[in-house]
Structures are given as C-alpha cells and as structure tokens.
C-alpha cells in the first residue's frame, strides 16, 4: 500500500508520460488519464489503490469543470443559437436517453438503469470536436454551427441530470416527492443567485480587483467556487450545481476571462485526476469477458445518435448533407459520460458489468471520433446525392467570380488578415479572388463590392474553380496550420510553380509551412516584435534611416523574398555595404551550354551564390531545387557577393 506522497509522485509520473504520449498522437489527454488509471488500478497492476482522499480530491475537477462551462454560460450567445440549442440540442438529448431507456427495457434493464445510460450516451466530447471545428476551419459552416449549438446544449443538460441522478436512488414511494423537492431548491438556488448574487459578485470582485493582489483575486476566485458549492450541497443538491452558479454569476461581470485563466491550471490537473479515478474502475479482464456487448453498444451508440442528430437536423430544416455530417461529427461519446457515469456508480443506480462495458464503449467512441470526422466528407459525398449538386453550385459561384481574372491572386481566408491585404492590392491594381468559409462575412463583404466567394480553400475542387492554373500568386492567410498544410499541398500538385505564402501563427510552425512549399511564411509575432522594437527606437531619439536599415537588416535574415537588393546608380552613401548580399538577373539566351542542365551542376554555391527564382514563360518561381533544369529564355536570379556573381554569371551564360 503505497503512501500519500508515493501515490501523488507516481501519479504524476505516469500522467505525465501518457498525456505527451497521447497529445504527440493528437489524441484527447482524457484518454491517457483513463489509461493511467486502468493500468494502475486494483483490476490490474494495483499500485495505486483508491483511496477516499483521492476519489473526494478528484471530485473537484468536476466542480472546476462545471464552474468553466458555467463561466462559458452566456444568455446572449444562447439567444442567437436559441434555435439550435433548444431546438435540435435538446431533441437530440430527450430523443437519445428515451431511445436508451426503451432498449434498455428490452434487453431487461431496470429502467433506472436505463435511463442513467441514456443519459450518459447522450453527451457528445465538447473538446474534440471543438478542436477538430476549429482545426479544419468548419466553425463557421452550417454542420458546425449545429454542432457548437448541441454540444452547449448537452454541457446545460449535465447540471439537470446531476439533480436527477441522486433523486432516481430513492426508494420508489419517495421518487416523486424528492424530484419535486429537488426541483423546488434549484429554481429556489437559481432565483436567488441570478436575482441578489449578479450585482453582488460585481460589486465584490471590483473590491477585491481593486487591491491589485493576484494572490487575493485568486484566494477570492476559490472561495467563490468552493463556497456555492457547498452551499448548494448544504441544500442537498449537488457539489457541480453550485460550481455551474458560480461561473454563471461571474462570466456577467468583466473579471471573466481574468477567472478562466487563472482557474484553468486547477482544472485541468483536478480533472484529470478525476478521470485517472474513472480508469481505476475499469477491470480490463471484465471488458475482454463481455467483448460482444462493448462492441455491440459501441456500434449501437455511433448508429443510436448518428439516426437522431441526422432527424432532427433535417426535422429543422438542414439539407441532407449537412444532417448526415452533424450526424457523423455527434454520434461518438463524450467526456462528460464519465462524469455522469461516476455519479451512478457512486449511487449504485447501475449493475458493475455493465458500467465496464458503458465505460469501454465511450473510450472506443471517442477514440473513433477524430477518424469519422477525417472521413465524414467522404461518407456524405457518397451517400447525399444532392450534395453534388450543392458543391457544383458553390463551385459555379466561385468560377464566376474568377472568370474573367488573370495573373491574379487567390487569397484563402477573408478574415482580417485577408481583408487588410485585398485593401492592399486594391490599391496597386492588383485583381484578388478571396475564398472564406463564413457566409455571413461573404454576404456582407460580396455586397460591399470585394472578391469573395463562399468556399473552401483546401479543396483541390474549389482552388480549380477559383482559377489557380491562370493565379499569379496564393496566399494563406488564416492561421491554422493543418488546414494551410492542405491548401499547399493541392496548390502544389496543381501548380508546382505557383508561389504561395503562407501565414504562421507561431515561429514553430514556420519550418512545416516551408517544408510543405510555401515561398515565404510571415510569422506574427516576428512581425509584431520587430514594429515594437522600431517603435521604440524611433521613439528614443535613434535615426529613422538607421532604424529602417536595422530592420531591412533582421526581415533580409528572416525572409528568402528579402534577402539581398538590385543594386543601382544612387545606391551608395550612408549605410551601403559594399560586401552586402545583392541581386542579379541573368537571362538564359537560346543555344546556351546551360540550356537543359540542372542547377546543381553548376555548382554556384562554390562561388558563394544562390538561386533566389528563375523567371519562366512570365511566371516567377522561388526557391526552385537543385533539380531544377534550365531553358531558353529563363531569368535566373542570383543572390550573393560582388564578385561572386560575376563568376556565377560567366558560368551561366559560358556554361
């Protein structure tokens, strides 16, 4: 039997380990929690027994968790998705434990236990499926507005289930009286924070803000949480109800996003302590002896919520197309199943067998989830016969757009980044066609009189349509990696000679950009470092002239598009460099000896030379390899030294 201490470090070790194992596979760290705590729990290697400290400590990662959703808990955002949440969001729940509870009947279920599955199986992973949205830039499309919309609905419907849960553990006779008497104590509790606690809390946080203490805002963020969730365990209501008011209370005052950030460290590790103790439960032995059933609600869960979600999509009026993809992104298990599942065992409303097999069943789903999402476009272009009619329509306005366009831009995202430089190109007659995936920002801008076209740009389909083959250049100017990595991956099989740029949101991610072949990669913080530190300089007294060329000096290091200068007549004087890196064009006449040889063979890095682009048919191609061959009437531009140019043009021209 291990020690506190020796139970916390080994704890930590294997959290540790499994997490970076599970985030290097993209792979939700619950997952790796889970893992841990099956591992080491008393159905296998036993070297972390549970104990009450443990389990009462882990209760508080689901009191944290539900003070965030509280926090996240806004009537006005609920408002503009009203139809979504309280339409299709709450169908999908009532329709998901109803569906359960009769099947559960069927199978000879109690129908207690039957309705704790359902409303387990219900919930779907608001931080999977979250990411995923946001990674493939779909949050603002219409699957995943519905999608955001079910799963605020699904984090509401925990708080009432949390109430109901304990009620459904009394004896029969006294059901009735102590849901209604549960019932009468949340609206009582809910009356009185939202009525007094508002206007209060605001009051007493500008208090606390005021004394400048980091240490007292957090002491006082604690004691908020901690102390309605007593108080509403004091009233026989659950530890997590409490914590849901508390974030509720805070997210109408302007400490809110202060409270996240400073409460999410506690969340984060108390939670995965929680689900370290979900893994405890687990007998792996158990869950190989009932395969069959995990397998069977497994397949029943993803068939279950895919029919539900898909009818009540349509039933509210969505194409076919974007009910089977909500279908598709919902009908895998979430992170809250565990917490509603821990609650039951704790109540002892569901057999241990099947617990085993609810438990394994969610862990598979969610695994899976990431997977079904990657083939979902697959799956509803081959089944949603009118999904082909509705991509040529898009694809049809996005031609449209860029019919009549030549040597133009295409410029993937419309966001501010992409508006700033459609400005800039406006300015220097420069034709753009700008692809974005919000079609209230294609609406409004389209109706200003910009290029913009609903459409994604990291279809191979919607860059033809946008005219890539007739594009001059290609500029990526969101910030999700994985999504740019795709939009340069079918530029390039397009159009290998196309230049394209891309934008990074960290340094990072620039050597991934510029491994996958974007030109250039403008990193943001660079940037803003760069025009802080000429800010300030300028601001201190330092030159102008010297600040520019301080900065021409770090974008020459950073950028390949930078590097060097076509030197000319009134190039000289104050802080010309007669050594520095400078540019030359060489024209490629027909008949030379060079005509037809690859760069490599020229060996120009001997003279300290480089091949910044070759102009080709009209067309700039930049950082072109090694295997580049040249041909007649090419411009090759080399970046070097005086003298080292001379040698490399001799070698070019004389072969």
């Given at each position: 039997?291990?020690?506190?201490?020796?139970?916390?470090?080994?704890?930590?070790?294997?959290?540790?380990?499994?997490?970076?194992?599970?985030?290097?596979?993209?792979?939700?760290?619950?997952?790796?929690?889970?893992?841990?705590?099956?591992?080491?729990?008393?159905?296998?290697?036993?070297?972390?027994?549970?104990?009450?400290?443990?389990?009462?400590?882990?209760?508080?990662?689901?009191?944290?968790?539900?003070?965030?959703?509280?926090?996240?808990?806004?009537?006005?955002?609920?408002?503009?998705?009203?139809?979504?949440?309280?339409?299709?969001?709450?169908?999908?729940?009532?329709?998901?434990?109803?569906?359960?509870?009769?099947?559960?009947?069927?199978?000879?279920?109690?129908?207690?236990?039957?309705?704790?599955?359902?409303?387990?199986?219900?919930?779907?992973?608001?931080?999977?499926?979250?990411?995923?949205?946001?990674?493939?830039?779909?949050?603002?499309?219409?699957?995943?507005?519905?999608?955001?919309?079910?799963?605020?609905?699904?984090?509401?419907?925990?708080?009432?289930?949390?109430?109901?849960?304990?009620?459904?553990?009394?004896?029969?006779?006294?059901?009735?009286?102590?849901?209604?008497?549960?019932?009468?104590?949340?609206?009582?509790?809910?009356?009185?924070?939202?009525?007094?606690?508002?206007?209060?809390?605001?009051?007493?946080?500008?208090?606390?803000?005021?004394?400048?203490?980091?240490?007292?805002?957090?002491?006082?963020?604690?004691?908020?949480?901690?102390?309605?969730?007593?108080?509403?365990?004091?009233?026989?209501?659950?530890?997590?109800?409490?914590?849901?008011?508390?974030?509720?209370?805070?997210?109408?005052?302007?400490?809110?996003?202060?409270?996240?950030?400073?409460?999410?460290?506690?969340?984060?590790?108390?939670?995965?302590?929680?689900?370290?103790?979900?893994?405890?439960?687990?007998?792996?032995?158990?869950?190989?002896?009932?395969?069959?059933?995990?397998?069977?609600?497994?397949?029943?869960?993803?068939?279950?919520?895919?029919?539900?979600?898909?009818?009540?999509?349509?039933?509210?009026?969505?194409?076919?197309?974007?009910?089977?993809?909500?279908?598709?992104?919902?009908?895998?298990?979430?992170?809250?199943?565990?917490?509603?599942?821990?609650?039951?065992?704790?109540?002892?409303?569901?057999?241990?067998?099947?617990?085993?097999?609810?438990?394994?069943?969610?862990?598979?789903?969610?695994?899976?989830?990431?997977?079904?999402?990657?083939?979902?476009?697959?799956?509803?272009?081959?089944?949603?016969?009118?999904?082909?009619?509705?991509?040529?329509?898009?694809?049809?306005?996005?031609?449209?757009?860029?019919?009549?366009?030549?040597?133009?831009?295409?410029?993937?995202?419309y966001g501010r980044s992409g508006q700033y430089m459609a400005r800039f190109l406006e300015q220097e007659n420069v034709s753009y066609v700008a692809l974005d995936l919000d079609p209230e920002r294609v609406r409004e801008a389209g109706a200003a009189g910009d290029t913009v076209v609903y459409g994604d740009a990291a279809?191979?389909?919607?860059?033809?349509?946008?005219?890539?083959?007739?594009?001059?250049?290609?500029?990526?100017?969101?910030?999700?990696?994985?999504?740019?990595?795709?939009?340069?991956?079918?530029?390039?099989?397009?159009?290998?000679?196309?230049?394209?740029?891309?934008?990074?949101?960290?340094?990072?991610?620039?050597?991934?950009?510029?491994?996958?072949?974007?030109?250039?990669?403008?990193?943001?913080?660079?940037?803003?470092?760069?025009?802080?530190?000429?800010?300030?300089?300028?601001?201190?007294?330092?030159?102008?002239?010297?600040?520019?060329?301080?900065?021409?000096?770090?974008?020459?290091?950073?950028?390949?598009?930078?590097?060097?200068?076509?030197?000319?007549?009134?190039?000289?004087?104050?802080?010309?460099?007669?050594?520095?890196?400078?540019?030359?064009?060489?024209?490629?006449?027909?008949?030379?000896?060079?005509?037809?040889?690859?760069?490599?063979?020229?060996?120009?890095?001997?003279?300290?030379?480089?091949?910044?682009?070759?102009?080709?048919?009209?067309?700039?191609?930049?950082?072109?390899?090694?295997?580049?061959?040249?041909?007649?009437?090419?411009?090759?531009?080399?970046?070097?030294?005086?003298?080292?140019?001379?040698?490399?043009?001799?070698?070019?021209?004389?072969?």
């Open positions: 039997m291990l020690n506190t201490l020796e139970f916390v470090v080994l704890l930590l070790a294997a959290a540790v380990v499994m997490v970076a194992l599970f985030r290097s596979m993209n792979l939700p760290p619950v997952l790796g929690y889970l893992l841990v705590g099956a591992i080491g729990g008393p159905h296998a290697l036993n070297l972390m027994q549970e104990s009450a400290g443990a389990s009462h400590l882990a209760e508080f990662g689901v009191v944290f968790l539900m003070f965030s959703i509280g926090l996240e808990f806004s009537l006005g955002r609920l408002m503009a998705m009203k139809r979504i949440v309280f339409g299709l969001g709450l169908v999908q729940v009532l329709a998901s434990i109803a569906l359960v509870t009769v099947l559960g009947r069927l199978f000879g279920l109690g129908w207690i236990a039957s309705f704790a599955l359902g409303g387990t199986l219900a919930m779907s992973s608001t931080a999977i499926l979250s990411k995923l949205l946001a990674d493939r830039m779909e949050l603002d499309s219409r699957h995943g507005r519905e999608v955001i919309g079910v799963l605020l609905f699904q984090d509401i419907a925990v708080v009432p289930l949390l109430i109901l849960l304990p009620a459904l553990s009394r004896p029969a006779d006294e059901l009735l009286f102590t849901l209604g008497l549960a019932a009468l104590k949340a609206v009582l509790l809910l009356l009185l924070v939202l009525v007094f606690g508002q206007r209060l809390m605001r009051w007493w946080f500008t208090l606390v803000a005021k004394r400048r203490s980091t240490e007292l805002f957090m002491l006082n963020v604690l004691l908020i949480t901690l102390g309605l969730a007593w108080l509403s365990e004091r009233v026989g209501l659950s530890l997590a109800l409490g914590a849901f008011l508390a974030g509720m209370l805070i997210s109408e005052t302007e400490y809110r996003y202060q409270v996240e950030e400073d409460i999410k460290p506690f969340r984060d590790v108390l939670l995965g302590l929680f689900f370290v103790t979900v893994g405890m439960l687990l007998d792996v032995m158990e869950i190989l002896r009932n395969l069959p059933a995990v397998l069977g609600l497994l397949l029943g869960l993803l068939v279950v919520k895919f029919g539900i979600v898909f009818a009540a999509s349509r039933l509210f009026g969505s194409p076919p197309g974007t009910s089977m993809r909500s279908g598709l992104w919902l009908c895998a298990g979430g992170e809250f199943g565990f917490v509603l599942l821990s609650q039951i065992l704790g109540l002892d409303l569901m057999p241990h067998g099947l617990a085993q097999v609810a438990v394994a069943a969610l862990v598979l789903s969610m695994l899976m989830a990431p997977l079904i999402v990657q083939i979902s476009d697959r799956l509803v272009m081959r089944f949603v016969a009118s999904e082909w009619l509705m991509r040529s329509m898009e694809l049809t306005r996005v031609a449209a757009q860029s019919l009549n366009t030549e040597k133009h831009i295409i410029v993937c995202g279809r191979r389909e919607t860059l033809m349509a946008a005219g890539i083959m007739r594009a001059s250049a290609l500029v990526v100017s969101f910030g999700e990696v994985e999504a740019a990595l795709r939009v340069i991956h079918h530029a390039h099989a397009l159009r290998p000679d196309l230049p394209v740029v891309a934008r990074a949101g960290d340094e990072a991610d620039m050597e991934k950009l510029a491994q996958a072949g974007a030109a250039e990669v403008v990193p943001e913080a660079f940037e803003a470092s760069i025009m802080l530190a000429s800010h300030a300089l300028a601001l201190i007294g330092v030159p102008l002239k010297r600040v520019v060329r301080r900065i021409r000096e770090i974008r020459s290091q950073r950028y390949a598009l930078m590097r060097g200068f076509f030197q000319g007549s009134s190039d000289s004087g104050e802080g010309m460099d007669a050594n520095e890196a400078r540019l030359r064009s060489v024209s490629v006449p027909p008949g030379a000896a060079v005509v037809g040889r690859a760069l490599g063979e020229m060996k120009l890095d001997e003279c300290g030379v480089t091949v910044s682009a070759v102009r080709r048919r009209g067309i700039r191609a930049l950082s072109p390899g090694v295997e580049t061959r040249i041909e007649a009437g090419d411009v090759v531009v080399l970046l070097g030294g005086p003298s080292g140019l001379e040698v490399a043009e001799q070698r070019l021209l004389g072969g």
